[in-house]
């Protein structure tokens, strides 16, 4: 895989068969189930100002929330009563919730049941709290590089550095943690090289996930007025992920399914994704976790639904990484 053929296939405007021979890679390493992840969106305080995002710290007019432990736990017991092994803890970078909060949550988690899985997806804290983290059982880590392109990093993430967020992504791979990453497709100014140089990311760090997904404006920030990228480019650059990382979870993310309300997801599931996220967040919570506008999220009977239309199973399973220890070590 060159960059010059990434390119040229993003640019394609006919990219059957490139959604065609994912499905195929998908099928042949990662089987026919679909997994699913429970997400929490706890808190949606930041102290961030990314420019895409809702959530960041200059957004005056959202109404903040941040959920106890009590109230955590309660939306992870409704996701496991209903059968879900993975729970996905995910809020803007809210300090306000301290190493030892965050480690009770983990604990408080893991004690409903050794055979549930945490994912945390809570942005750039130090690796003292990540280890003590994984000490309390947090299993995987989802922390998205947004996008290689330097340049347009900085102009998009305000006194932030993409050099420590890769820094920070290999020692959490270091460190035994199995790692999520990913990209946003179509942040204003980024180009089809940029596309490929991400997915060479991805072909080079072999994540255990990948989480692509298309920039959706957002009506409180800066970027409300850029338009989304089409469904064709992310489904893109999701086949072209599947192909370069074979056996990495791919979620059909929920900002696609955003995108294309009425077939995001069976989109995705046909173009090498094998994941879906289900929404555990109360409800009332639910519209002020405002990443993006009219976010789609979905609730269990919806997903099924899905996945029975895209004629796939739902795998009820925890979903560990499909890339072998060995290989999570060396790179
Ligand atoms: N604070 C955490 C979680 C951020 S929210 C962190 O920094 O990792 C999770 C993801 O939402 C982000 O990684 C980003 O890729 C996505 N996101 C936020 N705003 C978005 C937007 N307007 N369009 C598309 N994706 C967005």
């Not at 640019?11 to 998908?26: C, G, H, N, Y």
């Not at 997801?265 to 289900?278: D, Q, R, T």
């Amino acid at each position: 895989m060159k960059k010059k053929e990434i390119i040229e296939y993003l640019e394609t405007s006919e990219p059957i068969e490139l959604f065609s021979t994912a499905d195929k890679v998908r099928k042949e390493f990662c089987g026919n189930g679909v997994l699913l992840r429970a997400l929490i969106e706890f808190s949606n305080c930041c102290n961030k100002r990314c420019l895409y995002c809702g959530l960041n710290a200059e957004n005056q007019t959202l109404p903040r929330y941040r959920l106890k432990k009590e109230a955590i736990i309660a939306c992870v017991k409704a996701a496991v009563n209903d059968g879900l092994k993975t729970i996905v803890l995910q809020s803007g970078d809210d300090f306000t919730y301290t190493k030892d909060d965050l480690c009770s949550i983990v604990k408080g988690i893991k004690g409903l049941g050794r055979e549930i899985a945490v994912t945390l997806s809570l942005g750039e804290r130090s690796i003292d709290d990540y280890l003590s983290l994984k000490d309390s059982g947090a299993d995987r880590v989802l922390l998205k590089f947004e996008t290689t392109n330097e340049t347009l990093y900085q102009k998009l993430h305000p006194g932030q550095s993409l050099k420590k967020r890769l820094e920070l992504l290999n020692q959490l791979k270091q460190i035994g943690f199995q790692v999520g990453t990913g990209n946003i497709v179509g942040l204003p100014g980024q180009t089809s090289e940029d596309l490929a140089e991400d997915i060479l990311f991805f072909k080079e760090f072999q994540p255990d996930m990948v989480g692509i997904g298309p920039f959706m404006p957002q009506k409180e920030t800066t970027l409300a007025k850029e338009l989304p990228p089409s469904v064709d480019l992310v489904l893109k650059v999701m086949a072209l992920t599947r192909l370069a990382t074979k056996n990495s979870h791919m979620p059909s993310t929920t900002a696609l399914n955003t995108l294309d309300k009425s077939a995001g997801h069976l989109k995705g599931l046909s173009s090498g994704c094998n994941v879906i996220m289900v929404n555990y967040t109360p409800i009332s919570n639910r519209k002020n976790y405002r990443i993006y506008d009219n976010k789609n999220s979905l609730n269990l009977n919806q997903v099924l639904d899905i996945v029975k239309q895209a004629g796939r199973k739902v795998d009820f399973s925890r979903g560990d990484s499909l890339k072998s220890k060995d290989q999570n070590k060396s790179t």
